[in-house]
C-alpha cells in the first residue's frame, strides 16, 4: 500500500564532506551513498548482509551498508572507496590490489579495500589467518581469493616501507 | 516512547537480523525505534562476581575485551559471530532478544549461569536465560519492555567451557553447534552444561548427555556416551544447510569436541578455538 513516508534529516560526513539531507527513513545507508549522492562505488551486491561489497566505514568500524539504515548513520564519519585516493594518487592499499592482481571483475573490490582498510588500520602486519578473518565477510566469485590474500600482504608491506 | 505508539512497533539494536528480515517482509514494523543513540547502554563490566553486559555491546567490542575473556567461551563465541561487519554492528542483547534458534548467544549463554535484565516503564526484573526464551523468535518480553543487560556469574575455579559452531562460510548461520561447560574434580566430572544450536525451535538444554557426564569419571566411554546423548537430544529440521540426519551427526561430533576442550580448560590449559568451517 503505497503511503507518504514523512521524510526525516540527516547530517552525516562522507569522506571527509559535510552533507545535508531530507530522507525516507526506510532508505539504507547504501541507497544513500548511491542514489543520493551519486557516490557508487559502494557496490550493491547480494543486498542479504552477505557479501560484503557494500561495506563502508562508519565511525571507522567497517559495517554492510545494505544493512544500516541511512538516519542511523546520523553524526556519523563515512567512508567509502571514492575516499581512498588523495590528490588523484591510489591509496597504498588500492595500489597493491591492482599490482597484485587482487581483482578480476572488480565488483566486490570496494567493499574489500574498505576492510583491508579496517584490517591495517589496527593491525600493521596481518597474518594470512588475520587476512582470513578479516575479508570473511568479503564474497569474490573470481578471484579464489589467493591473489586479494598476496594484495592485502603487499599493501602491508608498502603502508609501513618495508 | 514504545508505550505511547503502541504495539506495532519494534526495537532496532544492532539491526543485523531485523533489517534483513524486514527486506524479506518476514517483519513489517509500522515503526523502528533505534536504540543505538541511548547513551550508556554499551558496557562491559565485572561486578560481585559476573560479567555485566549492556544490552547495547557490540560482538566485536566482547571479542575485544579483556575482561569477556575471563571466560573463553564467551570470547570464543563473540569472535566466531559471522564476520568483521555484523559483529561490528551487531549486539548481544539483540540477539538475546530476538530468539532465533540458530543464533549463537543463546546456546552459549545457556550453560553458564546467565541473567536477562528486562527494563519498562514499570521498573527492572531479572528473568534467568533458560526461562527468558519460550519458543523459536519468542520471549517472555512483554511489549513495552527491552533486554537492558545481560549478566553472566563468574564460575568457580577448576571449570571450563568451550563453544563450537559448524559453518559453510563466516556470513551464514551455523549448521549446527554445541556449547558445554564442565566443572571437575580430578578426573571426575562434578558438574556438565551442554547446549545444543540450530538443531531445534530454541536452543536446547541437553539434560541426558549432562547426566551421562555428571559424577563420571572423564573417560572416552563416558564422553562418547554423552555426545550420543546429546545427538538423540537433537531435533533438527532438514533445509538447505543439510539433512536431519547429518545434522545430529555433526551434534555427536560437536559435543565431543566440545568436552574435551572444556576438560582441557577446566585443567587450566589454554585453548583457542573458534568456529569450524566446511
Known amino acids: 500500500m503505497p503511503e507518504t513516508i514523512e521524510k526525516i534529516p540527516l547530517k552525516v560526513n562522507v569522506n571527509g564532506k559535510a552533507y545535508a539531507r531530507n530522507i525516507e527513513p526506510r532508505m539504507l545507508l547504501v541507497e544513500f551513498l548511491r542514489e543520493e549522492l551519486d557516490l557508487t562505488g559502494t557496490h550493491v551486491g547480494c543486498d542479504t548482509t552477505y557479501c560484503g561489497a557494500c561495506t563502508v566505514l562508519m565511525n571507522g568500524a567497517a559495517v554492510k551498508s545494505c544493512t544500516v539504515f541511512a538516519v542511523q548513520a546520523d553524526d556519523a564519519e563515512i567512508l567509502t572507496v571514492e575516499g581512498l585516493e588523495k590528490d588523484g594518487q591510489l591509496h597504498p592499499i588500492q595500489k597493491a590490489f591492482g599490482d597484485a592482481y587482487g581483482l578480476q571483475c572488480g565488483y566486490c573490490t570496494p567493499g574489500l579495500l574498505i576492510s583491508t582498510y579496517q584490517l591495517l588500520s589496527h593491525n600493521k602486519q596481518p597474518s594470512a589467518k588475520e587476512i582470513g578473518k578479516a575479508i570473511a565477510g568479503n564474497t569474490c566469485r573470481c578471484t579464489g581469493y589467493q591473489n586479494i590474500f598476496k594484495a592485502i600482504q603487499l599493501a602491508a608491506q608498502n603502508k609501513t616501507g618495508a | ?278
Open chain 2, 1 to 278: 516512547m514504545i508505550t505511547q505508539i503502541g504495539d506495532e512497533a519494534k526495537l532496532l539494536a544492532g539491526g543485523q537480523s531485523l533489517i534483513p528480515l524486514m527486506k524479506l517482509r518476514f517483519a513489517n514494523p509500522r515503526h523502528l525505534v533505534d536504540l543505538n543513540f541511548i547513551p550508556d547502554i554499551s558496557y562491559i563490566k565485572e561486578e560481585n562476581g559476573a560479567l555485566r553486559f549492556g544490552a547495547l555491546t557490540r560482538h566485536a567490542e566482547i571479542e575485544d575485551s579483556a575482561i569477556a575473556a575471563k571466560l573463553p567461551i564467551i570470547h570464543d563465541c563473540a569472535a566466531g559471530i559471522a564476520d568483521v561487519q555484523v559483529r561490528n554492528r551487531g549486539t548481544i542483547g539483540g540477539s538475546i532478544a530476538e530468539a532465533d534458534p540458530s543464533g549463537d548467544w543463546a546456546t552459549v549463554l545457556l550453560t553458564q549461569s546467565t541473567e536477562v535484565r528486562c527494563l519498562s516503564p514499570k521498573g527492572e526484573r531479572a528473568v534467568p536465560l533458560n526461562q527468558f526464551i519460550t519458543d523459536a523468535y519468542t520471549t517472555v518480553l512483554a511489549h513495552d519492555e527491552l533486554v537492558s543487560e545481560i549478566r553472566v556469574k563468574i564460575p568457580p575455579k577448576r571449570t571450563g567451557a568451550a563453544y563450537l559452531a559448524f559453518k559453510r562460510a563466516a556470513p551464514v548461520y551455523p549448521t549446527a553447534s554445541a556449547a558445554v561447560s564442565v566443572a571437575i574434580e580430578g578426573d571426575v566430572c562434578k558438574e556438565a552444561a551442554i547446549a545444543l544450536g540450530c538443531v531445534g525451535l530454541t536452543a536446547i538444554k541437553a539434560t541426558a548427555a549432562e547426566a551421562a557426564l555428571r559424577g563420571q569419571q572423564l573417560t572416552d566411554k563416558s564422553i562418547a556416551a554423552a555426545a550420543e546423548a546429546a545427538r538423540n537430544a537433537a531435533d533438527p529440521q532438514p533445509d538447505m544447510r543439510g539433512s536431519a540426519g547429518y545434522k545430529r551427526a555433526l551434534v555427536l561430533a560437536l559435543v565431543k569436541r566440545a568436552i574435551e576442550i572444556a576438560v582441557r580448560r577446566a585443567r587450566g590449559e589454554q585453548v583457542e578455538v573458534s568456529h569450524i568451517y566446511a
